[in-house]
Nanobody, 124 residues
Framework: QVRLVESGGGLVQPGGSLRLSCATS????????IGWFRQAPGKERERVSC????????NYADSVKGRFTISKDNAKNTVILQMNSLKPEDTAVYYC?????????????????WGQGTQVTVSS
């Protein structure tokens, strides 16, 4: 069955970095779009990044552009979100999600499966 498991969250000081991983199983990662989302207390869930299932192109929310990088390691069935120059406003629970339409693109991404989330806290 489809499964997504996030890891790599934690407490980091402003300006620091974290590397989130989303381990996937039950589908062919290279052919499917994956999104990273976050939800802060009292706020709606927002998409921060997505990587396409067609050509591995990616996009980012304006709030994280230039600081976050999404990538796929198809051999390890893992999606990475590298987060640099972290700010207190990046504090949230981060989720990865999969869209199971083959060769799906980020512009039409909708989540079919979610991981359980990993907490990221940016604080001094």
């Amino acid at each position: 069955q489809v499964r997504l498991v996030e890891s790599g969250g934690g407490l980091v000081q402003p300006g620091g970095s974290l590397r989130l991983s989303c381990a996937t199983s039950g589908f062919t990662l290279r052919a499917h779009a994956i999104g990273w989302f976050r939800q802060a207390p009292g706020k709606e869930r927002e998409r921060v990044s997505c990587i396409s299932g067609r050509d591995a192109s990616s996009n980012y929310a304006d709030s994280v552009k230039g600081r976050f990088t999404i990538s796929k390691d198809n051999a390890k069935n893992t999606v990475i979100l590298q987060m640099n120059s972290l700010k207190p406003e990046d504090t949230a629970v981060y989720y990865c999600a999969a869209n199971l339409r083959p060769f799906g693109e980020c512009i039409s991404f909708s989540a079919d499966y979610w991981g359980q989330g990993t907490q990221v806290t940016v604080s001094s």
